[in-house]
């Protein structure tokens, strides 16, 4: 079966500092990755989407940036972080099909971001 | 863009009760996810359902996308099912989120 692992879970970071958030798949292959952010008052972001290797798409323009060195590892980064950067951050797949979102998306446990 | 509305915003239930979470969405989509976030932020896929109805133990979900609307069902329910229920809609190339229904059961 698939699995998502993404680390770490908490983070505390001071203003100015980098960041680099971790995401791999388990148990598939080629599948689309996404990071999202979500906010106090439950709405999710989607801050990146990538369909393949070294292939990101950024929906918002931000302080953000994403990458994918391999086919199963989703890695998002910051050179210097902004307090507006806090937040939940979540990592998320779906099999890759005809279309987009044409396939359940699943997502991984999180990372709650504090930038202090 | 696809607009998402979820209702309702805030339900809560006693242990055992059934309720009817409802989505609607403003125009025609490809497919429909429900998603339930616990109370540790864990987000979990509960249904993929661009049309008719399909069930899990005690959840079932019924999707008309003629009609817009999709529909979350949850019998006896537990302290376990608290959380907040997500839908999330796509379109052409997004998919578009609600902004959910936090569902606490009590004892």
């Known amino acids: 079966s698939q699995t998502i692992h993404q680390w770490p879970a908490t983070l505390v970071q001071p203003v100015g500092s980098p960041l680099s958030l971790e995401c791999t798949v388990e148990?598939?292959?080629?599948?689309?990755l996404y990071w999202y952010r979500q906010a106090a008052g439950r709405g999710l972001q989607l801050l990146f989407y990538s369909v393949g290797i070294g292939q990101i798409s950024s929906e918002v323009p931000q302080n953000l940036s994403a990458s994918r060195p391999q086919d199963r590892q989703f890695i998002l980064s910051s050179k210097k972080l902004l307090l507006s950067d806090s937040g939940f951050y979540l990592c998320a797949w779906s099999v890759r099909v005809t279309g987009f979102y044409n396939s359940p998306l699943h997502f991984g446990n999180g990372t709650r971001l504090t930038v202090t | 863009g696809i607009q998402v509305e979820q209702s309702p915003p805030d339900l809560i239930l006693q242990e055992g009760a059934n309720s009817t979470l409802r989505c609607n969405f403003s125009d025609s989509v490809n497919n429909l996810q429900w998603f339930h976030q616990n109370p540790w932020g864990q987000l979990i896929n509960l249904f993929y359902i661009p049309s008719g109805t399909k069930q899990n133990g005690r959840l079932s979900a019924t999707t008309v996308a003629t009609e817009r609307y999709s529909l979350l069902y949850i019998s006896s329910s537990q302290t376990t099912d608290s959380g907040v229920y997500f839908c999330a809609v796509t379109g052409s190339r997004t998919l578009t989120f609600g902004k959910g229904t936090m569902l606490l059961v009590s004892p």
């Open positions: 148990g598939t292959s080629n599948p689309n």
